[in-house]
């Protein structure tokens, strides 16, 4: 075979040359391309008027008037009708530059406005940089963020200017029309949209983190969503454009196998919140004191009373019972020492030291700079003698099982009594040592299954409501979706209610749901308290991201360990049909080392200007209130 020979190589030719730079410089985008337009134009112009001004073929030989005679055909095909005063070759030569006008100038136009188009899309897209100082950064999103958003927007209202940015992987558009349409009233927050990954440092650095006083992580709604808060932890605290100054970060974590792993990432610049755990103490809580629900919403929301820390030197040497009784409408919970801890309901007889701030309730931190020293003293003679709260063995039903349930046990096992006892109902086989070896050893319950349709009427008749002291209906299986679940929840409590009012049982039913706008639906079903898991969280996560210190009052409230909210018989600490200001159930509270915060009236009606739900959160201690059956004193105390 001949061996092939080698082509000459081609000769590079200056029209090569210039194609190959033409092509170059189109690839930098439509700002070239705009420029070779333009230049056109003006060589066009200038061509034409020295054509005009060396033949004097125009009405003027001004070399000015010849260049802008020619602008005027160019950029206005129209400006052709007025040349019937020249000579016949005038009108042809400006016909000529009217046509190539309409050709150059026409496209020149045309690139330009595409390149407008193309920047205002650009612009829509969300990815300019942030500029906002002192903004809270929200990062991710779920439905959550809508709760998120509308309370930063109340607790806002005395700042200045204040601003949320959110950076997610959606269109801004949609996240802007979103929020306008589930957060109608920001009360002056301004709110920032960028769209991109948070766990990418380009696109996380559009939302300026440097800058912000507070950062909010959301759980996705994915698969392994605590894999995608703890590469956005780690993309903030490990990135190399960070800040010095440490970060005020708060995460929400699903599964709390996944915490130390967070926790060794975040470090100490990170509040990690784990939302099963939490949900599961609330629950159960709940369950245990029906109306601990509203409690907790009110402190939760900025929308009515919350907790803040607030330094008073006049405070310094007192006890905390006097404490208790030092402000008119702001009530002391406890004490926030200088040395970081938080201690709910100290002893009563516990003097503030120097630098104590204390830990209070009030509508608002400015009213609690402000507030009104109490005036109004108790009346010793009508508190009850002090009797010990004798507690006897639960009997508790959990209708549903999820992954949810094992931790909802574990909980109930740390308040009960010994010789308790748990049955659970669900509509799929239990493999009870299954379920035994996730909740791990218990002290004080025996845990029985049992499967059964929890939806049918003909399955709960069966279990006799009477034998238990409460039930809790636990979101249907994790696989399913939210409307699904709620809906057999609610199908569920229809029966639950029925049932208890056919044959006159009381059992407390606590609930919990997915979706806060089906919580509104269970109202009709008479069901005690409602939990509605996502807006529980994204409450706790707003609160915490305005004061992280609030991370350790939430927690001590929510263990089984330290101080929690209980609602007791109102007549067990003033004597029955007595009328006597808050002031005296403060009292009454406190020489049993208990820290009274509210009052919940057992018929609204009754009592003036009650809420609806009769549950009254930091009333002012001269408020007069008068002790009638069923009516509760909210307090925090140990058991």
Sequence with gaps: MAPISAAPPRRVTLRDRLRYRFDTSMARGPSALLGYLGLATVALVVLFGIIVLLVSLGPTGHPVHALYNALLHVIDPGTVAGDDTGSPSFVVLQLILTFGGIVIFSAFIGVLATSVDERLHELRKGRSLVLERDHTLVLGWSDTVFT?????AIANENERDPSIVILAERDKVEMEDAIRDKVPDLRGTRVVCRTGSSIDLRDLAIANPQDARAI???????DEPDASVIKTILALTRGPGRRPEPYHIVAEIQDARNLEAARLVAGDEAVLVDKSETIARIIVQTARQSGAAAVYTELLDFDGDEVYFHADPS?????????????????????????GNSGLNPPADLVLPPGATVIAIAEDDSRLAAAERGAVRADGGVIVAVNGFTAAPAHSLILGINSRTPTVIRELDAYVEPGS?????????????ALLAKIGPLRHLTVDVQRGAT?????????????????????????LDPQRADARTLVTLLHLRDIADRSGVRCPVVSEMLDDRNRELAQVTKVDDVIVSDQVISLLLTQISENRHLAGVFTELFEADGSEVYLRDASAYVTPGATTPFATFVAAASQRGETAIGYRHADPAAAPDAPADGVRVNPRKSLELTVRPGDRVIVLAED
């Design 421 to 433: 006892s748990v049955l659970v109902v669900a509509d799929r086989e239990i493999d009870r040592d």
């Design 148 to 152: 998120v958003i509308s309370e930063l």
């Design 315 to 339: 405070l310094e040497g007192k006890t905390y019972a006097d404490a208790q009784l030092a402000y008119e409408d702001c009530t002391i919970i406890g004490v926030h020492g200088a040395n």
């Design 216 to 222: 909010i992580v959301l759980s996705p709604d994915e």
């Design 455 to 479: 939806t049918e009427r003909r399955t709960l008749e069966a279990l006799d409501l009477a034998r238990f002291d409460h039930a809790i209906v636990m979101r249907y299986a994790d696989d």
